[in-house]
């Protein structure tokens, strides 16, 4: 499961929870972030296979942050279903 917040640049104060997503749904989730100019706000990725790449990393490493906005971050968390 994909536990998703999203905060502000300093990573600390929590604006939303934006809760436990199983893959299928971080996946539909993620898919806002791909453009074409990752200079720009909320574009992380330039296209889907970069996306299913990073979602990769994250579950071998356990969490990722994205640069979202100008002022807020997406904190990503994995944990394995038991």
Do not use: P
């Not at 990725?45 to 990722?64: C, V």
């Amino acid at each position: 499961m994909f536990h998703v917040l999203r905060t502000k640049n300093d990573n600390v104060t929590l604006i939303e929870d934006l809760g436990f997503m199983c893959e299928d749904d971080f996946i539909e989730f993620a898919k806002q972030y791909i453009g074409e100019d990752t200079r720009e706000y909320g574009c992380v990725f330039s296209s889907e296979r970069e996306l299913l790449d990073d979602i990769e990393y994250i579950k071998q490493t356990g969490n990722e942050m994205w640069f979202e906005y100008k002022d807020t971050n997406l904190q990503i968390g994995y944990e394995v279903d038991d």
